[in-house]
């Protein structure tokens, strides 16, 4: 079975994977998602990278800033306990739009996907196909270049809606410059093992 490699931006993933929740009304399991794709295209996942950010803390933290610190740092300590997985953390910026409403932006995590896939052949020289979960067209470039200059086939897994004022922009640029793009399913977010270990 052939090796790869997961990128996944995860402000991106886990905002899919609250959609998901949302509508299923069932947690959904973090590495999971990961394992299932990867069987789903007949790949070895030889190594994960996590790109993601801490919550941001005012000054004076909030009772949900807190709590959201909390979840974080819980999800980051079992990621780092897998020597598989590496976590490429950034920071969390706070900005207020014109209208003073607040959004929260995650900042250098695209520069971080960015070195990866332009270095991930120094450590893992015999992959020839990667996955990337996202839906920056920022990338787009970078795809672009590993994919002619370095011929590694990029699979985007993203998800996106035909509606309007969609949480979820479609790029169809970022679409066409990768090798294949599949669209996210509920179905990728399901405890698969713990199903086949206990029928129902």
């Not at 679409?175 to 399901?190: A, G, I, P, Q, Y």
Request: glycine share 2%; with cysteine.
């Amino acid at each position: 079975m052939e090796d790869t490699i997961i990128l996944v931006d995860d402000g991106f993933f886990r905002l899919v994977k609250r959609y998901f929740q949302k509508i299923t009304k069932k947690k959904k399991k973090f590495l999971q998602t990961f394992r299932n794709i990867c069987k789903k295209e007949n790949l070895n996942l030889k190594h994960l990278f996590v790109y993601m950010a801490p919550s941001f803390q005012s000054k004076y933290p909030t009772e949900d800033e807190r709590f959201r610190k909390k979840k974080y740092d819980k999800i980051k300590k079992m990621l780092d306990k897998k020597n598989w997985v590496t976590v490429r953390e950034r920071r969390c910026q706070r900005i207020f739009d014109e209208k003073g409403k607040i959004k929260f932006n995650q900042k250098g995590v695209d520069s971080w996907i960015v070195a990866d896939l332009c270095l991930f052949k120094e450590e893992f020289s015999n992959i020839k196909k990667v996955i990337l979960i996202s839906s920056d067209s920022d990338f787009a470039p970078i795809i672009k270049m590993i994919k002619e200059k370095m011929d590694i086939e990029v699979v985007l897994y993203t998800y996106f809606e035909n509606k309007r004022k969609s949480l979820f922009y479609r790029s169809n640029h970022l679409l066409n410059v990768c090798s294949r793009w599949v669209k996210l399913r509920e179905k990728d977010f399901e405890d698969t093992e713990i199903k086949k270990e206990n029928p129902k």
